[in-house]
């Protein structure tokens, strides 16, 4: 059974920062691509960041320049560190790995999700 749990989210004023944690547990044998989704009232899930095995990262046009991926791979954990974030950030951020349980079987799992809210 694996697991991914988020921290990190709340509410932040505009032009303020925070740290979004992800941490993988269970049986892993590898973890491919990590990366961030989020979803606002009304609207479809999206893609925020991702980050390989290799440290490649990938980022959505809203956020470049303002978030950053990250991942430790000694502790199966993948970080999104926002700066100037601004209300239309405001979403339920979900964590997304690839994770396979052998070397042959991977499967995609997400957290439960963290509140982030961006508001004076």
């Known amino acids: 059974q694996v697991q991914l749990v988020e921290s990190g989210g709340g509410l932040v004023q505009p032009g303020g920062s925070l740290r979004l944690s992800c941490a993988a547990s269970?049986?892993?044998?590898?973890?491919?691509?990590m990366g961030w989704y989020r979803q606002a009232p009304g609207k479809q899930r999206e893609l925020v960041a991702t980050i390989t095995g290799g440290d490649t990262t990938n980022y959505a046009d809203s956020v470049k320049g303002r978030f950053t991926i990250s991942r430790d791979n000694g502790k199966n954990t993948v970080y999104l560190q926002m700066n100037s974030l601004k209300p239309e950030d405001t979403a339920v951020y979900y964590c997304n790995a690839r994770i396979g349980t052998d070397s042959v079987r991977y499967v995609s799992y997400w957290g439960q999700g963290t509140q982030v809210t961006v508001s004076s």
């Open positions: 269970g049986s892993i044998f590898s973890i491919a691509v």
